[in-house]
């Protein structure tokens, strides 16, 4: 069955860097785009990032242009999220999330900015 399990979440300060990864299983991990979500508490969850199958197109909301990469590594089914310069307001569950019809999303990883 599909799975995708996220690492890296923790507690940094702002100013601070941070990578999460998001291991698949269970699917043919380079026919499908992938992507990171966040949710925070009392807001709707959003696109953080987007990559595209071979790794050539990525897309970022406007909120961490700049500051995060998405990646990915076809040969060892992994996702990768860097974050750099982290501020409170990135405090948040991060989920990674298959695209495509089914899609299907990780448990989540938590991130916590703060001093």
């Known amino acids: 069955q599909v799975q995708l399990v996220e690492s890296g979440g923790g507690l940094v300060q702002p100013g601070g860097s941070l990578t999460l990864s998001c291991s698949a299983s269970?699917?043919?991990?380079?026919?499908?785009?992938m992507s990171w979500y966040r949710q925070a508490p009392g807001k709707e969850r959003e696109l953080v990032a987007m990559?595209?199958?071979?790794?050539?197109?990525?897309k970022y909301g406007d909120s961490v242009k700049g500051r995060f990469t998405i990646s990915r590594d076809n040969a060892e089914n992994t996702v990768r999220l860097s974050m750099n310069s982290l501020k409170v307001e990135d405090t948040a569950v991060y989920y990674c999330?298959?695209?495509?019809?089914?899609?299907?999303w990780g448990q989540g990883t938590q991130v916590t900015v703060s001093s």
């Open positions: 990559i595209n199958r071979d790794g050539v197109i990525r």
């Open positions: 999330r298959r695209m495509g019809s089914p899609t299907y």
């Open positions: 269970g699917f043919i991990f380079d026919e499908y785009v």
